[in-house]
């Protein structure tokens, strides 16, 4: 059973930077695609990053140059950096692996 558990998230000044990791256990995360996804209070659920093997990563619009999407082969775990950050960038986010498999979610809150 694949398992994703995410952690990094806090609160941050406006201009902070935070990194989340995701933990992968049951699976390699360099066996399929990864990404991070975010969900804003009365917001629906939208794609942040993913990660395919090979391939460029690919970015939301709102976060290019800002974020960064890697991967650990190592320690099984893939990571987002964020820097600049906005207080619209406020949201719980989850880490996502292709087949659906969903983390918990880590709270991010950009504020003063």
């Known amino acids: 059973q694949v398992q994703l558990v995410e952690s990094g998230g806090g609160l941050v000044q406006p201009g902070g930077s935070l990194r989340l990791s995701c933990a992968v256990s049951?699976?390699?995360?360099?066996?399929?695609?990864m990404g991070w996804y975010r969900q804003a209070p009365g917001k629906q659920r939208e794609l942040v990053a993913t990660?395919?093997?090979?391939?460029?990563?690919n970015y939301a619009e709102f976060v290019k140059g800002r974020f960064t999407i890697s991967r650990d082969n190592a320690k099984n775990t893939v990571y987002l950096q964020m820097n600049s950050l906005k207080p619209e960038d406020t949201g719980v986010y989850f880490c996502?692996?292709?087949?659906?498999?969903w983390g918990q979610g880590t709270q991010v809150t950009v504020a003063e």
């Open positions: 049951g699976s390699s995360v360099s066996a399929g695609t």
């Open positions: 990660l395919v093997v090979g391939a460029i990563p």
């Open positions: 996502w692996r292709s087949a659906g498999t």
